[in-house]
T-cell receptor, first 113, second 113 residues
């Protein structure tokens, strides 16, 4: 089946720094990608919809200036967590819709010290 | 927006017994209902899905039923095995191509050997 990759898989950073997470569709094009956040033992919460060539659509309560999303090509979307704080520590997962199902990336574990 | 509720939050079954997880949704326009299995620190993996034009779908030991009138759908796992132990999420979206998924809270399934 289709493959979605994420990089990095794990990142530890200091408070106040910015972290960029990449999501790539490896063998198909995705005009839309989704970014989710998952806290330990919790469900996936949709943060935003990334749209190729246009602005991302953010879910209610998600700060667009905090979580910058860029969808520069049909195979790449990036999520940048700006001025990260410990409360931003979480598991971030992207996904891209295929013809008949949504394909998830392996996730990025972000730890902010 | 769509609200998906999932029960139970935890489920412990004896190996060989059946496991049933139930979900309800709020938006009657939703018509795509996937189920995901997620192991710790891994990406969600689609195990079965159902679309609104059918009431039941089966794949070996896994089956899903959908009642659109009552707005609920259920996952049935028969002859459970230890490798079925994981967190299971139900989800719903408006259209097949929308893939903006709303997830249930998850069910931690433990299969006792």
């Amino acid at each position: 089946g289709a493959v979605v990759s994420q990089h990095p898989s794990r990142v530890i950073c200091k408070s106040g720094t910015s972290v960029k997470i990449e999501c790539r569709s490896l063998d198909f094009q995705a005009t839309t990608m989704f970014w989710y956040r998952q806290f330990p033992k919790k469900s996936l919460m949709l943060m935003a919809t990334s749209n190729e060539g246009s602005k991302a659509t953010y879910e209610q309560g998600v700060e667009k200036d905090k979580f910058l999303i860029n969808h520069a090509s049909l195979t790449l979307s990036t999520l940048t967590v700006t001025s990260a704080h410990p409360e931003d520590s979480s598991f971030y997962i992207c996904s891209a819709p295929g013809l008949a199902e949504q394909f998830f990336g392996p996730g990025t574990r972000l730890t902010v010290l | 927006g769509e609200n998906v509720e999932q029960h139970p939050s935890t489920l412990s079954v004896q190996e060989g017994d059946s496991a049933v997880i139930k979900c309800t949704y709020s938006d009657s326009a939703s018509n795509y209902f996937p189920w995901y299995k997620q192991e710790l620190g891994k990406r969600p993996q689609l195990i079965i899905d159902i679309r609104s034009n059918v009431g039941e779908k089966k794949d070996q030991r896994i089956a899903v039923t959908l009642n659109k009138t009552a707005k609920h759908f259920s996952l049935h796992i028969t002859e459970t095995q230890p490798e079925d132990s994981a967190v299971y999420f139900c989800a719903a979206s408006l259209t097949i191509n929308d893939y903006k998924l709303s997830f249930g809270a998850g069910t931690t399934v433990t299969v006792r050997a």
